[in-house]
């Protein structure tokens, strides 16, 4: 599980820290500051977890997810302090800077790509967070879930258009999984980017049908279905 191997990989930094700060002559003092600096990545690594969330996949593309800043205000605001997420990403910016060491040693590290990739991509850096899904992706033996959050990665970074490694992603997480909603919805802009409106209009429909009330998929997929529907009639008319 990728808490799992975060909270691992934060007891491993934090032993390291524990062993590295220098002793001082007063015993119980020296040890509970080892200990209090030592325990930070821990606390720090929890706190991450909850933050980025679990390996569950959101049913909404990165571009219209409820919560997710603009990826230029995101870079934009990374050295403002008077950023409501200042804080917050600062925290996760060291976090990241340790795992970066950490991978550096075990690039092997699964767990650790994946919460690279999230993090980086939670931070604005759409690059770093494409290259550490695609290490992800390989690690695990190419995870139909992985490959659905690294296209969604890769289609954000490149401002909607589905290149030939996302359009295999997408496929495979399809295959494997033929009732993903965000698969499905990703499916339907293939077809849609394809200039096969009216099976991206079927696809849409089909899975508009079967998205839950309150899941923020809905509305993207609805405004997708609106402009291929007049996009058709609009067709139809010139003929």
């Given at each position: 599980m990728i808490w799992l191997g975060l909270l691992v990989l934060a007891c491993m930094v934090s032993f390291v820290i524990y062993v590295s700060?220098?002793?001082?002559?007063?015993q119980p003092k020296r040890s509970l500051g080892r200990v209090g600096v030592a325990?930070?990545?821990?606390?720090?690594?929890?706190?991450?977890?909850?933050?980025?969330?679990?390996?569950?996949?959101?049913?909404?593309?990165?571009?219209?997810?409820?919560?997710?800043r603009n990826l230029a205000a995101a870079a934009?605001?990374?050295?403002?302090?008077?950023?409501?997420?200042?804080?917050t990403d600062q925290q996760i910016r060291k976090?990241?800077?340790?795992?970066?060491?950490?991978?550096?040693?075990?690039?092997?590290n699964l767990q650790g790509w994946i919460v690279l990739a999230?993090?980086?991509?939670?931070l604005?850096?759409?690059?770093?967070?494409?290259a550490a899904f695609?290490?992800?992706?390989?690690?695990?033996?190419?995870n139909p879930l992985l490959a659905i959050e690294y296209a969604d990665t890769r289609i954000t970074a490149q401002n909607g258009e589905i290149d030939?490694?996302?359009?295999?992603?997408?496929?495979?997480?399809l295959g494997q999984m033929p009732n993903h909603l965000l698969a499905r919805y990703y499916y339907g802009m293939m077809l849609k980017q394809d200039d096969k409106s009216e099976q991206a209009l079927r696809v849409l429909s089909d899975l508009h049908r079967d998205i839950p009330k309150d899941d923020p998929l809905g509305n993207a997929t609805e405004s997708e279905i609106k402009a291929l529907q007049k996009k058709i009639d609009q067709k139809v008319e010139a003929e």
């Open positions: 700060v220098p002793k001082t002559d007063d325990v930070v990545p821990v606390i720090g690594a929890m706190g991450l977890y909850v933050f980025l969330g679990n390996p569950t996949l959101p049913a909404q593309p990165y571009a219209d997810r409820d919560g997710e934009a605001a990374a050295g403002n302090v008077t950023d409501p997420n200042y804080k976090l990241l800077n340790q795992i970066v060491l950490s991978l550096e040693v075990n690039p092997r999230r993090g980086s991509l939670r604005g850096n759409v690059e770093r967070a494409v695609a290490r992800a992706y390989a690690l695990s033996g190419h030939s490694t996302s359009r295999d992603l997408v496929l495979h997480a």
